[in-house]
C-alpha cells in the first residue's frame, strides 16, 4: 500500500511552509559578516574555482577537442580585460571567448 500522493503534497507544502517561515522569524537575528557568513563564501568560491579548473584542465565532450593553449589564453584575456576594464563582466567574457575562439580557430587552421 503506497501513501496517498495528496496527502504527500501537503506533507511536502507544510515542510516547505514550515522552513521558509522559520528562516523569516530567524533572518532578523543574522548579520551578513557573521564568520558562517564568510565561510560560506568562501566554500562557494573554492566550489566554483574547482569547477573552473576542472574545465580548464580537464574538460569533457566537445571542448576536450580544444587545445589547451585556446582554453588558457581564453582565461587570461578575459579576466585581464576583465580588471582592466572596470570588472565589466560582459566585456571580459566576451573577450575571454573571443580570443578562444581565434586561438582554437587558428591551431585549427594552421596545424
Known sequence: MGA???YLLL????????LRAF???????????MP????IGCV?????AGIMAK?????????????IISRLGGVAVGLFVFFG??????????AGLATF???????LYLG
Open 4 to 6: 496517498d500522493p495528496l
Open 11 to 18: 506533507l511536502g507544502l507544510l515542510g516547505t511552509f514550515l
Open 23 to 33: 528562516g523569516v522569524i530567524g533572518a532578523g537575528r543574522l548579520e551578513q559578516d
Open 36 to 39: 558562517v557568513f564568510r565561510w
Open 44 to 48: 562557494a568560491f573554492a566550489i566554483a
Open 55 to 67: 574545465i580548464l584542465f580537464m574538460p569533457s565532450s566537445i571542448l576536450a577537442e580544444a587545445s
Open 85 to 94: 576594464f572596470g570588472r565589466r563582466l560582459f566585456t571580459g567574457l566576451g
Open 101 to 107: 575562439l581565434v586561438i582554437d580557430l587558428v591551431s
